[in-house]
């Protein structure tokens, strides 16, 4: 698999990485077998880079990569997420202490001394613009707690204050063909600034895969039953913001842009071939779909008209839904 420097980790990572959230909940039941092949199969597929949060599966998922990574191949980089354990969820919780209680609690949970890469889990926009906070992370770095820092953000905005701090390695962000905005207001920065680029929600929880339209039903636990208007977290989070309706209608025009090729492959080979990004995350519940998410890697890139006709369909039928928001 192609790989890409994700920014000033220094750590080369395959252009498509596994979001691991799938395994650890909030999207229906997987059982530890069904996990540990599905990260064994990615692997076997080239994916380097497995992206994990210490509130997946209240560890679970953190857990699971823990009993994989004895066996896991050389090079494999695994990045957490910490933050969201804080309750409430305010910018003060942010705190040395709580990062040094947060981070031992993932560093047991996955069974290394020192994580590779830790970020802040979508925190408070105050958060980013609070200096004791980065000093904090620069702390962990220098007691060998972690390797490196970055920030998962939910906006635009919050992305262009984060790649704006000297020492943030990544970020993380939501970016696929509903979700357009990145593109021009915060690829550019960020490459600009020599910050690594992981891209999540790829796949617009299912609906870039095609499979789902308005009758679809999900399981109580699914976030795609309980957070439809955003009760649990952002809703962007929850099919990339976009109400059901649209997102069926702009992902039936999408996979005639694709033509020939699986509508999720498509996405994920048009996702790696925005410049800037250097890893895109989809979540797998079985080894299939960790194939599958690896083999878009080698597809050829899209089409000047496909990309163009992309395009179109986010201003047809996506934009007014969710560009003013993130």
């Known amino acids: 698999m192609q790989t890409r420097t994700l920014g000033r980790t220094g750590r080369d990572v395959g252009v498509v990485g596994m979001g691991c959230w ?66 409430p969820h305010v910018a003060e919780a942010y705190t040395l202490d709580a990062f040094r209680a947060w981070n031992d609690r993932s560093r047991e949970n996955l069974g290394v001394d020192t994580l590779d890469l830790v970020q802040l889990h979508c925190p408070p926009s105050d958060v980013l613009h609070t200096d004791a906070v980065f000093d904090a992370l620069d702390t962990l770095v220098q007691e060998g707690r972690t390797r490196a820092y970055g920030v998962s953000v939910e906006t635009v905005a919050e992305g262009l204050a984060a790649v704006a701090r000297p020492h943030v390695a990544s970020v993380q962000i939501i970016l696929n063909p509903l979700r357009l905005k990145p593109v021009t207001e915060f690829l550019p920065a960020a ?62 025009r999408l996979a005639q842009v694709a033509g020939d090729t699986p509508l999720a492959a498509f996405t994920l080979r048009w996702i790696v071939e925005q410049p800037g990004v250097s890893v895109v995350i989809p979540g797998a519940r079985s080894p299939e779909q960790a194939r599958g998410n690896a083999a878009a890697a080698d597809l050829p890139a899209p089409t000047a008209a496909q990309l163009d006709a992309v395009e179109e369909v986010y201003r047809d039928l996506v934009a007014e839904h969710v560009h003013h928001r993130w």
Do not use: C
């Not at 949060?53 to 990045?79: H, I």
């Not at 490459?191 to 992981?198: D, I, L, N």
């Not at 679809?216 to 977290?233: I, L, V």
């Open 22 to 87: 799938q395994i650890g909940g909030s999207w229906g039941t997987v059982d530890e077998d069904a996990a540990l092949g599905t990260l064994q199969a990615a692997a076997d597929a080239g994916v380097t880079f497995f992206d994990t949060a210490d509130v997946y599966g209240d560890g679970r998922s953190e857990q699971l990569l823990g009993r994989f990574l004895p066996t896991a191949p050389e090079g494999v980089v695994v990045a957490t997420k910490m933050g969201r354990r804080a309750d």
């Open 191 to 252: 490459a600009e600034a020599g910050v690594g680029v992981v891209v999540r929600v790829p796949l617009a929880s299912g609906l870039l895969t095609g499979r789902i339209d308005e009758s679809t039903t999900f399981p109580a636990d699914d976030h795609r039953n309980f957070n439809r208007n955003g009760e649990s977290f952002d809703v962007g989070e929850t099919f990339a913001g976009v109400p059901l309706h649209a997102g069926v209608a702009a992902a039936k």
